[in-house]
């Protein structure tokens, strides 16, 4: 996986290397996920987004830009007997994501949608510190190995070269489908709207950006 990550990386930087255009970089943030469909609530999983960019201005307000990164997802339901939660479920996924999105830019701010491919790396789920698949009475059903999500956010640029961003995103496709009847850990109802029933990525992810080059050549300010 390692090995994976790092050729990637360098793929991107020197494909930005070669082009003036373009501005690239490291990120580090902090993913909090909940996994919408496994009935627990709450984004109490919490896990790693790091990785690089690259992008490329298009005009004074507008860039875009696309990350890789390796980013953890998931749930967590811990217990806490005092409010009469019993139960301690996880799951954990690992992905490498590939964010594309395009931003517009206001003074120190900007705000970006768009749109991102993750590849499943790993996958674990657990009651009470055993893996399901060890407990004889609960069927395994594996997560897809392909997640297609959307994403909004908003940054902050403290400068040309370094900001804040806080994403919202959410899946496009199931990344589980549901189970063949009911079991505790999970609920095969659609969760919202027309969308068809399953267990869907729920994640806010709070990432620094730290720029080699300036990312807009008039700045951010303008």
Known sequence: MRKHILILLLVLFVTASYAQDFRAGPLLGI???QVDGDNYAGYNKVGLNMGAFVSRQISDKWDIQ??????QKGSREAPDPDKGKY???KIALSYIQFPLVGRYHYKQFSAEG???IGALLN???EIDGTPIGDIPSHEIVPFQDIEWATVFGLNYHFNDRLWLNVRWLYSINR???PYDGEIPVYNPKPHWLSRKPGQYN???VVTAYY???KLLQSGTGN
């Open 31 to 33: 993913s909090f996920s």
């Open 87 to 89: 139960d301690d479920y």
């Open 211 to 213: 720029s080699f080059n």
């Open 175 to 177: 990344v589980r489908i």
């Open 202 to 204: 729920n994640n806010f």
């Open 123 to 125: 996958s674990e789920e």
């Open 114 to 116: 768009g749109i991102s």
């Open 66 to 71: 696309l990350d890789i990164a390796y980013i």
